[in-house]
């Protein structure tokens, strides 16, 4: 009933920059937190979140490099990321924390997008 779909991975140099996004549609009452996870083997590290409010959070290793946004309008959340190094290299998941028409709360997943640093 909810479909996530990300977009915006791919190839780029170390220094560089790339743009992720990642949209909900379908059964959505009201979302609350967004977010990204990435998966490089089998570590599996919580990125960015960032809450209904507009407040956000980060991991440590992309803090000053990386930003999370949200448009509460087209359900959609965004990961701006700049200065990208090689252990940014890894699939990322978005996540969308929602209420569907019933109002149970749910976490829907994107499909992955692949993300690679690399000269």
């Known amino acids: 009933q909810v479909h996530v779909v990300e977009s915006g991975g791919g190839l780029v140099q170390p220094g560089g920059s790339l743009s992720l996004s990642c949209a909900a549609s379908?059964?959505?009452?009201?979302?609350?937190?967004m977010g990204w996870y990435r998966q490089a083997g089998k570590q599996r590290e919580l990125v960015a979140g960032i809450q209904s409010g507009g407040t956000p959070n980060y991991a440590d290793s992309v803090k000053g490099r990386f930003s999370i946004s949200r448009d509460n309008v087209k359900n959609t959340v965004y990961l701006q990321m700049n200065s990208l190094k090689p252990n940014d290299t890894a699939v990322y998941y978005c996540y969308v924390d929602l209420q569907g028409s019933d109002q149970g709360l749910s976490r829907s997943w994107g499909q992955g997008t692949q993300v690679t640093v690399s000269s």
């Open positions: 379908g059964n959505i009452f009201k979302i609350h937190a």
